[in-house]
């Protein structure tokens, strides 16, 4: 998020629906947490907003909605659609001979979901080169390991067998982030496939690869000592 908002995606915050930007469709919509932080700190709306998050009277919901909150591109949060929307996006780039490009971060949990290849093959046949996704590969879903509930490895040589230019990176360092980015950027005639190796509760002793943090928030307490971990 840090790097598509502050280095890579071409946005104006004062015209979020400015018909040349580049599109982000965070399939996996239950992180909208780090999407709301991003735009707050982008400047979409104000970071006291943030204090609302999830409040029945904020816009900001625990799935992003693209009708309530400026910057967000795509509602989501019903996992596995993003993919296929993102493709849309591309497709409607391309006929309009617009040169905005389309980010889709999907979690590797999620790729769980057919319509994901369904729309992978879509991706490679219109070879949406206009197009990149990123996968959250953290191992961990709201059941346990990726393994345990329904494994999708190897992630990146399925992406390969659909056609996409894969690169694999450490999801945590920031320079290899904006290379594959940049080796997306010039990659012709097919899609291209981020999978980034990360830590879920990266930083934080007590949730590191915990799987039961996966949509639970700390106490008063146990948020303290992650401050200051972090």
Not at 6 to 20: A, G, R, T, Y
Not at 29 to 55: V, W
Not at 67 to 94: C, E, H, T, W, Y
Not at 118 to 138: F, G, T
Request: net charge negative; proline share 3%.
């Amino acid at each position: 998020m840090a790097v598509l908002y502050f280095d890579e995606l071409n946005i104006k915050e004062n015209d979020p629906n400015w018909k040349k930007r580049d599109r982000l469709v965070l399939s996996k919509g239950h992180c909208s947490p780090a999407l709301y932080a991003a735009l707050a700190e982008r400047g979409y709306f104000s970071k006291e907003d943030l204090k609302g998050f999830r409040n029945i009277t904020s816009n900001l919901q625990g799935h992003p909605n693209m009708n309530d909150v400026p910057g967000v591109d795509m509602s989501s949060g019903s996992l596995g659609q993003g993919l296929s929307v993102a493709n849309g996006m591309a497709i409607s780039g391309k006929l309009d001979n617009k040169d905005y490009r389309v980010y889709c971060i999907l979690g590797d949990g999620e790729i769980e979901e057919g319509q994901i290849w369904e729309a992978a093959m879509a991706s490679n046949k219109y070879r949406l080169d206009n197009l990149c996704v990123i996968v959250d590969n953290n191992n961990l879903q709201i059941d346990g390991t990726i393994e345990e509930v329904m494994s999708s490895y190897p992630i990146d040589k399925k992406f390969e067998s659909f056609g996409f230019n894969v690169i694999t990176i450490d999801g945590h360092n920031m320079g290899e982030i904006k290379e594959a980015f940049e080796n997306a950027k010039q990659t012709k005639n097919k899609p291209t496939c981020i999978i980034a190796k990360t830590i879920k509760g990266k930083g934080i002793s007590f949730m590191e690869n915990q799987a039961g943090w996966h949509g639970k928030a700390p106490n008063q307490e146990q948020y303290e000592q992650a401050l200051k971990e972090l």
